[in-house]
């Protein structure tokens, strides 16, 4: 496993579970409002794995959960000796995906390794590589997302970027996911992107959020904003 940060502790990123965040290294998207600019260029400092497993280990009983986030932490090549590790200290694990890699998301859930999905939707499918700044597969996204609302404790966000996501956008996202449990709207905020430009962009007022919250309640049974 590639590491890139560790957030010993928080009460927000895993829903239920006090727990810590560890932060791969390197990604396969290229998205220009990415805020996480130093993981995905892998510009952070590389935390050997066995220090992580070793804080974990001070921490059982203390913790609950672990959140895996990137970057993009299904193309990391030790991920599921890491998650054996990760599980066999009792620890429930949530992983953040890009979605881009269903067989290796389909097999960590399948073996027990992950016990909580979230996903980000960059954009409606029309516009996925304007989002994510190179070419996808789309076939790839969708499949990830047919496999995650089969799921017991998931969620699905999108980050509300001003000139990529509006009210339609939401609408087509939200009719993608449709019947999804969970869906959060994040504010997008400028800063640390991996494209200078978009550091001089406004975020969007709270009223238009919640106007986008409305629309995806016709189609999602629970819809959030989150970061506003």
Request: hydrophobic letters at 35%.
């Amino acid at each position: 496993m590639r590491i890139g940060g560790l957030e010993k502790f928080t009460v927000t990123d895993y829903p239920g579970k006090i727990s810590c965040i560890v932060f791969t290294l390197g990604c396969n998207f290229r998205c220009p409002f990415c805020h996480n600019r130093q993981l995905v260029e892998e510009e952070a400092n590389e935390i050997p794995e066995e220090e992580i497993l070793e804080f974990l280990e001070e921490r059982e009983g203390q913790l609950e959960g672990v959140v895996l986030t990137g970057g993009e932490t299904l193309i990391q090549n030790g991920l599921f000796e890491f998650l054996e590790k990760v599980k066999d200290m009792n620890y429930s694990v949530k992983l953040d995906t890009n979605g881009s890699v269903p067989d290796s998301l389909k097999k960590v859930v399948r073996k027990g390794l992950v016990d909580y999905v979230a996903m980000d939707i960059k954009a409606p499918l029309s516009r996925y590589e304007e989002a994510c700044g190179i070419g996808v597969r789309t076939d790839k996204i969708e499949e990830s997302i047919d496999f995650i609302l089969g799921l017991e404790s998931y969620e699905f966000r999108t980050t509300a970027v001003p000139g990529l996501i509006d009210r339609e956008a939401i609408r087509n996202i939200a009719r993608r996911i449709d019947g999804a449990k969970k869906y959060f709207i994040q504010q997008f905020k400028p800063r640390n992107t991996l494209d200078d430009k978009y550091r001089k962009i406004e975020s969007l007022p709270r009223e238009e959020l919640e106007g986008f919250r409305e629309i995806a309640e016709n189609y999602v049974q629970s819809c959030e904003l989150r970061n506003v």
